[in-house]
Each structure stands twice: as C-alpha cells, then as structure tokens.
Nanobody, 125 residues
Framework: QVQLVESGGGLVQAGASLRLACAAS????????MAWFRQAPGKEREFVAG???????YYADSVKGRFTGSRDNAKNTLYLQMNSLKPEDTAVYYC???????????????????WGQGTQVTVSS
C-alpha cells in the first residue's frame, strides 16, 4: 500500500520560512518523479515544484528563487524549502508521485498516480 504523508505546514508571517516533508512508503521511491502541488480555497490545484529521481528540479514561475525542492532517496523523503513566504502562498500543499520518463513534463497533475493528504500552509500579512 502506497502512502505519502506530508508534514511541516503551519501558520507563519509574510517573509518567514517553512520546510515541508513528504514521507513515502510502499513504492520504489527512487524510481518515481515527484512533485509538490498546492490548492488555495476556490482555486484549482497548481504545480509548484517537480523533483526528478536524479534530484534535478523544475519550478513554477511564482515560486522560482524562493522555493527549493529536494529529495533523499535513501530516506524515501521529499522536501520543499519555502523562503520569503507571501500571503498568496497560502494553500494546502500536496506531494505526488508518478512513473514518468525522465524528460517528461512534471507539471500535469493528471499524470500523478499517488497523492498525499496535504498539509496546510497559511501566510499572514
């Protein structure tokens, strides 16, 4: 049984930092492309960051330069370091896993097979 469990969300002020983690079990983590998505109230789920099995990353323009995605394949864990947080970053953050080709587009939520339950991030102004 595959499980993705996010942690690290919370309530912070604008300009603060948070580090999210996603612990994976029940899958060959190192063989999966991983990503972070987020969904704000009343909005569609959107791509935040993609982390290929090699560790290479791809970011949405809205978070580029502020967020850093990484993974530890030995610990089956995905991370998202979020700096300089803004109120518009407020959302539920989800990690997701997909068996995609190395050069596949990581931004399409419909390509992801497994999802975590999400962790709330709230940024106050």
């Amino acid at each position: 049984q595959v499980q993705l469990v996010e942690s690290g969300g919370g309530l912070v002020q604008a300009g603060a930092s948070l580090r999210l983690a996603c612990a994976a079990s029940g899958l060959a983590f190192g063989a999966y492309q991983m990503a972070w998505f987020r969904q704000a109230p009343g909005k569609e789920r959107e791509f935040v960051a993609g982390i290929r099995w090699s560790g290479s990353t791809y970011y949405a323009d809205s978070v580029k330069g502020r967020f850093t995605g990484s993974r530890d394949n030995a610990k089956n864990t995905l991370y998202l370091q979020m700096n300089s947080l803004k109120p518009e970053d407020t959302a539920v953050y989800y990690c997701a896993a997909a068996r995609l080709g190395y050069y596949s587009d990581l931004r399409q939520s419909q390509d992801y097979t497994y999802w975590g339950q999400g962790t709330q991030v709230t940024v106050s102004s």
